[in-house]
């Protein structure tokens, strides 16, 4: 009969087998990779869209310059002020809401415009594949940077323009994500009985293709958001995103570091806002990735 092994013959296994030695720990480890990443990105756009209305927190522009750096804990701003006098508490809130707004709006439009120009590339071939391909060949060849740059640039600061900015370089990347995943399904036995059948192309597009490539593109939209936050900020911090005085994490660093040796936490805060948040968005989007290609 076999012996029960001891803790330290487990602990000194790989890392996959001591999972499956100790019962529920792979399943555990799962969920916690998913819920604790989760569970940070609830608390932060309830945080970002609530909190300023919940804690009854006073507007982020238009502060008294006569209450300007105030020390975090001053009555009233619980993370002091900033140089014209403004809770720097409602500016890292309402500068959130304007950073997670851009990032969905942007993987919003990212995923339906591109997630369609992907299928309809994949799944139609010839001339149409070719055709949409080559466009945005062509947009991938720039950098998304410099690309982001120089229509930020021409169209000037503003939220809506950040969003179209930012968009040229999120269609095409899920775009190829779409025709890569579309492309490996082609094959299947069910795409080649709705074939036979004789089922109309949007319907198999919409039924058939649709549902099984959400998982792909929605973990490329998680991991997207993280992206996008981060370059919103660099345009904000170069004066390109979200215009003055209007909050933003990025451009409130830019105001920060003009400070930065005296008030040091006027930069401090909305750096740990972004690593947070972006970390959190990552974090999330790799664990759906192993969720579901191990399924």
Known sequence: MALAETPLQVAERPAAEQDDAVPGGRRWRGKLGLWLPGGAIVLI?????????????PKPVGGNVLESYL?????????????????ILSRLLH???????IAFAVNIVGLVLGGTLGALSGYLGGVVDTVIMRVLDV?????????????????????????FALTFFSIPAVARVARSAVLRLRGQPFMAAAELAGTPAWRVLFRHLAPNIAPQLITFGMLGMGIV????????FLGLGI????????????????????TPMLVVWPSVALLVTVLSFNLLG???RARWSGR
């Open 95 to 101: 500068g959130g809401r304007a950073s997670l707004f």
């Open 45 to 57: 756009v309830a945080a970002c869209f609530l909190g300023p209305t919940v804690l009854g927190l």
């Open 139 to 163: 947009l991938i060849a720039f950098p998304s940077l410099v690309l982001t740059l120089a229509v930020a640039q021409a169209l000037g600061p503003s939220i809506r323009n950040t969003i």
């Open 286 to 288: 790799e664990n759906l």
């Open 71 to 87: 020390g975090p804990g001053s009555p009233g701003h619980l993370l002091g002020t900033d140089p014209n006098g403004n809770d």
């Open 243 to 262: 215009p003055a005085p209007a909050p933003s994490w990025g451009n409130m660093v830019a105001d920060g570091q003009l400070s930065l040796s005296a």
């Open 229 to 236: 936050i981060i370059i919103e900020g660099a345009l904000s």
